[in-house]
């Protein structure tokens, strides 16, 4: 019996030991470890529990309503526009040119009248002495017409007064305005020649100093051009200054021109060179190449101008050089007109700022000095506002009405 009772005991208490390592064994597993306080941003998103709040992933591109398919056909109260497509520049209509100087007859009578109406005051004079010549002289040399064409004019007109006896003013604006016709030149080709008859295109180089405007010249001659039918690719062989460039082709885009450039201080020659070969291939009627503003004293310069001329010519012969000048300038332009000449063969003249002066006579001068026509002439800061020279507007805007 007390046996049996051992035995008991003993079953018990193994019984009890192996319970306790159990325990023991469970309470000694490790723990998960406890959430992090910070996100770990380098780790995948967690999905989402239930009673979490739904936020928007913020790395992920929006994607329009045509993307998603929305629960239930419902439609958003505000739905994000696409960004609008950059428009391209529209093109202007430029003004025909036929007639254009007429338009601005009244700008440049503002600027231009005070010559013939000295003129015409001094010769009402009853007595027309020698004083009086003398001062008539002195007012046709301020006005920058010149010495010889000056003296040729007085010479002629003391003749003329003389056998006209009585003065009447009628007759005496009728006497100056054949004799001011006489020395602008009416007989003189002042057409810009851009359509040579056997091939296309007709290339037209303009040249001139720092400051003229020849850049903005060479975007109006374009609008000029356009207005007149012709289609026009322009040539920006100014790489010495950037802005140059720009300013040329924002000029071409407004009349649908094509604007050939080059590398910022790259070789003028070539780009002059692949204006034409594209002007070529393109068909167009002509190529205008702009080129860099030539300090008439840096015979280098100069030099490259030449080097412009002759590579551009490989191609066919320039049909027109214009040579771009400052009305304002006076009796310095015919310095860089003379200078000018010498490099490249100038077939004609541009006058710019002529509304800014009252010395018109440079166009008599320069003229005379050169031999070559001027053929377009500038009237304002306006796109529309270069026009053909046309004589006889030209001699009426300075006589006055």
Request: glycine letters at 10%.
């Amino acid at each position: 019996m007390e046996t049996i009772i051992l035995a008991v005991v003993i079953a018990v208490v193994v019984l009890g030991a192996l319970g306790g390592l159990l325990v023991t064994s469970r309470l000694k597993k490790p723990l998960p470890p406890p959430p992090p306080s910070k996100p770990d941003l380098t780790a995948p998103p967690a999905e989402p529990h239930v009673g979490d709040e739904a936020e928007t992933p913020r790395d992920e591109e929006r994607r329009t309503i045509e993307e998603v398919d929305l629960p239930g056909g419902g439609a958003p109260t505000t739905v994000e526009e696409p960004p609008a497509a950059e428009k391209a520049p529209e093109i202007e209509i430029p003004e025909p040119s036929a007639g254009r100087l007429i338009r601005l007859r009244a700008r440049l009578s503002r600027s231009q009248n005070a010559l013939g109406k000295g003129l015409l005051t001094l010769l009402s004079r009853e007595h027309l002495d020698e004083d009086t010549w003398e001062e008539i002289e002195d007012t046709l040399l301020t006005a920058d017409v010149g010495v010889q064409p000056t003296q040729e004019l007085v010479e002629r007109l003391r003749e003329r007064v003389k056998v006209l006896g009585t003065r009447t003013p009628e007759e005496l604006r009728g006497l100056l305005r054949e004799e001011l016709l006489k020395l602008v030149g009416t007989d003189m080709d002042r057409e810009v020649k851009t359509e040579p008859e056997s091939r296309k295109p007709g290339i037209v180089m303009v040249v001139g100093v720092n400051g003229t405007g020849k850049t903005t010249t060479t975007g109006k001659l374009a609008r000029v051009l356009v207005a007149d039918g012709r289609s026009v690719v322009l040539g920006a062989a100014d790489t010495f200054r950037a802005a140059a460039a720009d300013q040329l082709q924002t000029w071409g885009e407004r009349v649908g021109a094509y604007t050939v450039r080059g590398p910022e201080a790259g070789d003028p020659a070539s780009v002059a060179f692949d204006a034409v070969k594209e002007g070529k291939e393109m068909g167009v009627d002509v190529v205008l190449i702009d080129t860099a503003g030539r300090l008439h004293t840096k015979t280098g310069l100069m030099d490259e101008l030449g080097k412009v001329k002759r590579v551009v010519e490989k191609h066919a012969p320039l049909d027109e050089v214009l040579l771009v000048l400052d009305a304002t300038t006076g009796q310095n332009g015919l310095v860089q007109a003379r200078v000018f000449s010498e490099v490249v063969d100038i077939t004609g003249i541009v006058l710019t700022k002529l509304d800014g002066t009252a010395k018109g006579g440079i166009v008599i001068a320069v003229q005379n000095e050169l031999g070559v026509p001027v053929k377009l002439i500038g009237l304002g800061e306006g796109p529309d506002d270069l026009a053909p020279f046309d004589p006889e507007a030209f001699v009426d805007a300075l006589l006055g009405d």
